[in-house]
């Protein structure tokens, strides 16, 4: 269980998350929606440990996280734009995470996450051959690979076209689900949101404004700017 | 409190110790001497270093608008089109610049150019035409051509496209090549000291001609500070300058060349063909007249005075492959530390770094034998040359990887460490691959700059460890045909191994990626 506390972050002396406190319990899938630039992406960096919290504290299942350097923590980021490694093949890029926790059998457990995603034999691939939708696919591949406590995903599909996400956002679902994983997806779109999550956190200014189910914040909207973005 | 990153410690170390040692603490020396010179006011000291100090100025600045102008018509097309021999014609306009500046000397008096401005003039601009072309034509080439159209759409014509979109997009590369050409000229040595006789005299030639043949140190090293102040303020813009404008961009992979139809194709031959042609002029005239002798056998020949020419070759190639040895090591980890840090403190790290390109290799050599007498004496051994060879290698191995370096986003390391690697495996798995390609670019160019270097080698390197430089320069110091040429005979030998080195490295299509 992911436990945010209070969480202040500033960066360039400039206050990007305000007093953010966000449980995530196992298995579900929470989707922090907000309009752009209201820290989101923010809040994914500093429970990575990508950015420092100024105050506040981050928990996972009790146990604070705040002095876990970001690569013992075992959380896992699909970044938006996907920050693939260009000077390496799919396959390598989907083993990167497994190689650097040193695992045995890589080469079977990256054909199985290219499995999850429908990229069975594009391991050889180079990352600049692929489409949009499949550097997506191989994104959310290297990130489960190495089977993270938490998932993150940042905007997963805001680079790609309707018709695209449409689809994507159906098996992305799935896929999560599959796993059976924790996970936070950050998006800026509602439906995107409501599609992909269990529940909805919902972001303005560097703070969590209001969390729930669709209808509960539907039925009961925190203030005016709620109704009116989630309407 | 702040944690100590023993990583980056560890990183940091060789630069900071190399650069320390054989560099700033010579430099420092050199300040000291200089500068109780300068208090003392000794007559006529001014009134020198403002004559000498005005020419190094403007022609250092004539000679970089020549160049621009001269390599204006190549860069245009290889910039724009694809052609037939477009890589070829690269090559080839290239082959001046890695030329030694002592080949570059000596080929220009095979012409019979000797003693005149015109003919330091002629020889900077051959030399650098290729800084402007490379440098300019790597971006210009990559520039997205839908930023162009864009502005054709919104009724640019095509020269407001040039003046208004192209010209600007290129403003950090041509800043780059101004500023790469004017130091160069700045701190002209070989060409000047062949080319200029006693008549012309740059900061570096009256360095030289103070300290070796006068054996006046206190006033060369005055000479030396005015060379540094002028070097520091233009590097410091530059770097300023390239801080602004840095943009961490996907460079495309290919380059968006058109084929040249009509009149544009007229144009590329002409362009290309005449610059070739102008720049083959020196080079063939120096060939034709090295073998118009049996100068070539005489290079076996034990000569009273300067031994065996040929052991001179020898020794070139074994401090050239140490050279690069230290100066990619070194280079690497020191642009790992500029890029790995934004802010005062990395700035101060890679103008430091770039500071040995600057302050010219003559007084590099000059602060060695100034003040490596200390904790030991090291001003007797051989292996100072390969030392200095990698001190003026470093900024260019430093210069050719931190743009491939910078370009690598945050989010790529970002993501290698949430994936698990630590900052020392982000380091190896990241940017290691990442650079290795630029590095090799870096490392082909120490070996080259090695094999040519002649400013400093002239100060440390004892006759017994002559190098073809040094060996050039005797054989030309001496009167008589045969001697020049012998000289001539060196020259081709030399041209011709760098030649080959670049050819390669052209052909192992690290060219495109070089950006000097």
């Given at each position: 269980m992911l436990q945010v506390e209070d969480?202040?972050?500033?960066?360039?002396?400039?206050?990007?998350?305000?007093?953010?406190?966000?449980?995530?319990?196992?298995?579900?899938?929470?989707?922090?929606?907000?309009?752009?630039?209201?820290?989101?992406?923010?809040?994914?960096?500093?429970?990575?440990?990508?950015?420092?919290?100024?105050?506040?504290?981050?928990?996972?299942?009790?146990?604070?996280?705040?002095?876990?350097?970001?690569?013992?923590?075992?959380?896992?980021?699909?970044?938006?734009?996907?920050?693939?490694?260009?000077?390496?093949?799919?396959?390598?890029?989907?083993?990167?995470?497994?190689?650097?926790?040193?695992?045995?059998?890589?080469?079977?457990?990256?054909?199985?996450?290219?499995?999850?995603?429908?990229?069975?034999?594009?391991?050889?691939?180079?990352?600049?051959?692929?489409?949009?939708?499949?550097?997506?696919?191989?994104?959310?591949?290297?990130?489960?690979?190495?089977?993270?406590?938490?998932?993150?995903?940042?905007?997963?599909?805001?680079?790609?076209?309707?018709?695209?996400?449409?689809?994507?956002?159906?098996?992305?679902?799935?896929?999560?689900?599959?796993?059976?994983?924790?996970?936070?997806?950050?998006?800026?779109?509602?439906?995107?949101?409501?599609?992909?999550?269990?529940?909805?956190?919902?972001?303005?200014a560097g703070t969590i404004v209001q969390t729930g189910l669709l209808d509960e914040l539907l039925a009961d909207p925190a203030d005016e700017w709620v109704a009116e973005f989630i309407a | 409190?702040?944690?100590?990153?023993?990583?980056?410690?560890?990183?940091?170390?060789?630069?900071?110790?190399?650069?320390?040692?054989?560099?700033?603490?010579?430099?420092?020396?050199?300040?000291?001497?200089?500068?109780?010179?300068?208090?003392?006011g000794a007559s006529g000291v001014e009134a020198r270093l403002i004559r000498v100090g005005w020419f190094t100025l403007w022609q250092a600045a004539v000679s970089t608008v020549l160049t621009f102008i001269a390599a204006a018509p190549l860069t245009w097309a290889v910039s724009s089109y694809d052609f037939k021999g477009r890589r070829l014609a690269m090559a080839l306009a290239t082959v001046p610049f890695v030329l030694p500046t002592v080949v570059v000397g000596t080929a220009f008096v095979a012409l019979g150019w000797q003693e005149s401005i015109g003919a330091i003039l002629a020889a900077h601009v051959f030399f650098n035409v290729a800084v402007v072309v490379r440098t300019v034509s790597t971006l210009w080439s990559r520039i997205d051509p839908r930023i162009q159209e864009a502005a054709r759409v919104l009724g640019a014509s095509e020269w407001d496209v040039f003046r208004r979109i192209t010209l600007r997009l290129l403003r950090p590369a041509i800043a780059a090549a101004a500023s790469i050409v004017f130091l160069f000229t700045f701190t002209s040595f070989g060409v000047i000291l062949i080319l200029g006789g006693f008549r012309f005299a740059t900061l570096e030639v009256e360095i030289y001609r103070q300290a070796v043949t006068l054996f006046d140190l206190p006033l060369a090293a005055a000479l030396a500070i005015v060379q540094l102040v002028g070097v520091s303020g233009a590097l410091y813009w530059y770097s300023r300058y390239q801080e602004r404008t840095a943009v961490s961009w996907t460079l495309e992979r290919g380059a968006n060349l058109r084929r040249p139809k009509g009149r544009a194709r007229t144009g590329v031959l002409f362009a290309t063909l005449g610059t070739l042609i102008a720049l083959a002029?020196?080079?063939?005239?120096?060939?034709?007249?090295?073998?118009?002798?049996?100068?070539?056998?005489?290079?076996?020949?034990?000569?009273?005075?300067?031994?065996?020419?040929?052991?001179?070759?020898?020794?070139?190639?074994?401090?050239?492959?140490?050279?690069?040895?230290?100066?990619?090591?070194?280079?690497i980890l020191a642009a790992t530390v500029i890029t790995g840090h934004r802010g005062e403190l990395s700035r101060w790290f890679d103008l430091t770094l770039m500071l040995p390109l600057g302050t010219s290799a003559v007084t590099i050599g000059f602060g060695f034998i100034v003040a490596l007498d200390w904790p030991i004496d090291l001003r007797a051994t051989r292996w100072l040359v390969p030392a200095a060879h990698a001190l003026v290698a470093i900024p260019f191995v430093v210069r050719s990887t931190v743009p491939t370096l910078r370009s690598v986003p945050a989010e790529t390391r970002e993501a290698a460490r949430v994936l698990g690697a630590s900052p020392f495996r982000v380091w190896r798995e990241i940017d290691l691959p990442i650079v290795s390609r630029a590095g090799m670019v870096g490392a082909a160019f120490a070996f080259v700059i090695s094999l040519g270097e002649f400013g400093a080698t002239s100060f440390v390197a004892r006759p017994a460890s002559a190098t073809i430089p040094t060996m050039i320069f005797r054989l030309l110091s001496r009167p008589g045909q045969t001697s020049f040429g012998m000289a001539m005979a060196l020259s081709v030998v030399l041209a011709g191994l760098t030649a080959a080195v670049v050819m390669a490295i052209d052909r192992a299509r690290f060219g495109e990626l070089g950006s000097f």
């Open positions: 969480l202040d972050v500033v960066i360039d002396s400039k206050p990007i998350l305000e007093n953010v406190s966000l449980t995530v319990a196992d298995g579900e899938i929470v989707a922090v929606l907000g309009p752009s630039g209201s820290g989101k992406s923010t809040l994914l960096r500093a429970i990575a440990g990508l950015v420092e919290a100024a105050t506040g504290d981050i928990r996972w299942d009790g146990r604070s996280i705040a002095n876990v350097p970001t690569h013992r923590r075992g959380f896992g980021l699909m970044f938006q734009g996907y920050a693939l490694f260009p000077h390496m093949t799919v396959g390598e890029n989907v083993g990167f995470g497994l190689k650097m926790a040193g695992r045995d059998g890589i080469a079977d457990q990256v054909e199985e996450a290219l499995s999850w995603v429908g990229l069975e034999g594009f391991g050889s691939r180079q990352v600049e051959s692929l489409s949009g939708g499949e550097q997506q696919r191989v994104a959310l591949a290297r990130t489960l690979a190495p089977r993270p406590d938490l998932v993150m995903l940042d905007e997963p599909l805001g680079a790609l076209d309707r018709n695209l996400r449409q689809k994507l956002v159906t098996e992305t679902r799935e896929v999560l689900e599959e796993r059976e994983v924790t996970a936070i997806v950050v998006t800026h779109d509602r439906e995107e949101a409501v599609a992909m999550s269990n529940r909805l956190a919902l972001m303005r | 409190m702040k944690r100590v990153r023993w990583g980056w410690v560890a990183v940091a170390a060789p630069p900071v110790i190399f650069i320390g040692y054989f560099f700033v603490y010579p430099l420092a020396r050199i300040l000291v001497l200089g500068l109780s010179e300068l208090s003392i002029i020196p080079l063939s005239m120096l060939v034709s007249r090295s073998f118009t002798g049996t100068y070539y056998q005489a290079l076996f020949r034990d000569d009273p005075v300067v031994g065996v020419p040929a052991q001179a070759a020898l020794n070139s190639l074994v401090f050239a492959v140490a050279a690069t040895l230290l100066a990619t090591i070194i280079g």
